[in-house]
């Protein structure tokens, strides 16, 4: 009876660490996951906003001295320089950009080391100009979050496209075609014309 009360005691004392081990690990994947889902919220959120050009929405989930190198390589740093540069590109008088909207996709869960966190993807961008030009970018993206108290915010947003292959690379290739084309029927314009006056004085003099 003893013998066996024993082995009892025995056994839970053994198995009490790896019980502990189990419930640290599961409360451990709960958290992560939780964390995971924190940050598709505000990816979701950032998308949403930019697409209704919500700007109050989008800064919410940016720090403070958030730094945003844009697609034109114009650096922006803190929330009223990047609210300077979108006033600018699509709402001042001399505003480029007409409409924006844009698809956010992930490569994989965001890489975690602490409280910060780096993420990557990419981004279907649908521009529409004030000129009336159409294009759709295929962008590339790299964000970094860190976790201040409980909350996730951006700190750094980095976008990039393909320099040698790219809708508005193309635009500018057809435009020398186009202007090539007609400076060349020009100059044979300008031939023909030439030619015919010099022939004409050779028959007059």
Known sequence: MNRT???????LVLCLPLSLRAQESGAGAAELEATHQ???????DMEQALNAQDLDKLLSHVHPDVVFTTMNNDVRVG??????????MMKGPDRVVEKLTAKFEVDALTRLYGNTGV????SADHYVLTDGTDITVNSRWTCTLVKEGDR?????????TNVFDNPVLDMVKRSALTYGGIAVVAMLLAGIVIGRFTARRKAMS
């Not at 009223?80 to 600018?88: G, N």
Request: charged share 20%; with cysteine.
């Open 152 to 160: 996730w915010l951006i700190a750094a947003f980095h976008y990039s």
């Open 79 to 88: 929330k009223d320089a990047i609210r300077a540069y979108y006033d600018k």
């Open 38 to 44: 924190a940050l598709r919220t505000i990816k979701s």
């Open 119 to 122: 993420a990557q993807g990419s």
């Open 5 to 11: 009360l024993g082995c009892v005691m025995a056994c």
